[in-house]
């Protein structure tokens, strides 16, 4: 069965400083998209980043970039320039492009961001 | 674009009672989740839809959940009789299968407190 693991219950950065989210995965299917997600306190989740499984070029959105490493089943996010408002939950999540297309979820990591 | 709708956005009950929970998926969007997120935990999906089609309900507890999706638009979620465990945010997310993004767009939850 497909797994998707975040190991850092919580994080703390500085503002203006950098952080780095971590996720690993098991699956034996070799064509997936991954997620982040956020989920802010009380609002509703929204998508932060993708990345397609077959693309071998690490994703970026502005201060988001991700690091895929397809052999390791590894996804982690980085967040540079660290800012009050990315306090939040962080979710990875794991496509199937096959069959169902069913998302699976880590179980997140809280980020708490210092001023 | 309009986004995913979701009412009552709070629910309190006894337990045994019954509950149903509305949800109006991103027009046009033909994939729609059910998902239960319990405090401090990621999202578990409960069922799946593909237009008013059932694609995965493997972890809906079919003793007291059941779900419908006529017409392939709008879904209710329904829990009867409730249980104290039952306690959680019921999220309704839906997508459109395919295409280049494959992106979740997220309701604002419904959040149920049984007592």
């Known amino acids: 069965a497909q797994t998707v693991t975040q190991s850092q219950p919580e994080m703390s950065v500085q503002e203006a400083e950098t952080v780095t989210l971590s996720c690993t995965y098991d699956?034996?299917?070799?064509?997936?998209?991954l997620f982040w997600y956020k989920q802010p306190p009380s609002r509703q989740m929204i998508l932060v980043i993708r990345?397609?499984?077959?693309?071998?070029q690490n994703a970026t959105e502005n201060r988001f970039s991700v690091n895929f490493q397809k052999a390791a089943k590894s996804f982690s996010l980085k967040i540079s320039d660290s800012q009050l408002g990315d306090a939040a939950m962080y979710f990875c999540?794991?496509?199937?492009?096959?069959?169902?297309?069913?998302?699976?979820f880590g179980t997140g990591t809280r980020l708490k961001v210092l001023a | 674009e309009a986004g995913v709708a979701q009412s009552p956005r709070y629910k309190i009950i006894e337990k045994r009672q019954s509950v149903a929970f509305w949800c109006n998926p991103i027009?046009?969007?033909?994939?729609l989740y059910w998902y239960q997120q319990i405090l401090g935990q990621g999202p578990k999906l409960l069922i799946q839809?593909?237009?008013?089609?059932?694609?995965?309900d493997s972890q809906l507890p079919k003793d007291r959940f059941s779900a419908e999706r006529l017409k392939g638009v709008d879904s209710t979620l329904k829990i009867q009789p409730a249980k104290l465990e039952d306690s959680a945010v019921y999220l309704c997310?839906?997508?459109?299968?395919?295409?280049?993004?494959?992106?979740?767009?997220f309701g604002p939850g419904t959040r149920l407190t049984v007592l």
């Open positions: 999540a794991w496509l199937s492009l096959s069959g169902t297309y069913k998302y699976i």
């Open positions: 699956t034996s299917e070799s064509d997936y998209y």
């Open positions: 990345q397609e499984a077959y693309k071998q």
């Open positions: 027009s046009g969007h033909a994939t």
């Open positions: 839809f593909q237009n008013n089609g059932v694609v995965d």
């Open positions: 997310a839906s997508s459109t299968r395919g295409g280049s993004y494959n992106e979740q767009f």
